[in-house]
């Protein structure tokens, strides 16, 4: 099968990794402001649970590794091949890159891109719901996985735009769009 290049998608390129971050962080932020007045005006102000700063300064310091294990999963269960790199960052911080071994449909990547979204934001508004004591700490999550998510929105739009029978590959700093070379 002959395979051309019909887009290369590098988000940090294209907009900038301090822009990413200062809209993520942005949009994490107004999420919480926007969703909380909802959500304590439901509840109507209950005895908010505390179990100090060690378990909420451990839940966040996880919670990027948890968004990429998201990322992760659909791939698993699709029987994808993925490639993981550990390493720390600054000796202490662990990180870890993945990597589809092979090129992945236009319908795999979108749903992995959105897995964090399905897997983490969504059953995490379903909780503020549910567990009332824990409502702000279960809303602070999940508006920082909707920060974290803004640069996953950015690579779904790519997909969205693209050709339906595209195959998506990773490239060295983002995606390759490939689609069949049509010869006549």
Not at 103 to 109: D, H, Q
Not at 121 to 128: D, Q, V, Y
Not at 150 to 160: A, K
Not at 166 to 176: M, T
């Amino acid at each position: 099968m002959n395979l051309n290049c019909w887009k290369t998608v590098n988000i940090n390129k294209d907009f900038g990794s301090d822009r990413i971050f200062m809209v993520s962080f942005l949009l994490g932020t107004f999420s919480f402001m926007f969703l909380y007045v909802p959500f304590s005006m439901i509840h109507h102000q209950p005895a908010l649970e505390d179990h100090g700063l060690l378990p909420l300064a451990l839940a966040l310091f996880l919670l990027p590794s948890i968004h990429k294990l998201t990322h992760i999963l659909p791939l698993v269960l699709l029987n994808k091949r993925v490639r993981v790199q550990w390493k720390f960052k600054r000796g202490f911080l662990p990180t870890f890159r993945y990597r589809a071994n092979s090129a992945l449909s236009k319908k795999t990547s979108i749903l992995m891109a959105l897995a964090p979204t399905l897997l983490l934001t969504i059953p995490g508004l379903i909780a503020c719901y549910v567990f009332p004591n824990y409502f702000a700490y279960i809303l602070l999550f999940t508006c920082i996985n909707i920060g974290l998510s803004f640069f996953d929105f950015l690579c779904v739009r790519h997909f969205l735009r693209a050709p339906r029978k595209c195959i998506i590959e990773n490239a060295k700093d983002g995606y390759d769009i490939l689609i069949q070379n049509t010869e006549v």
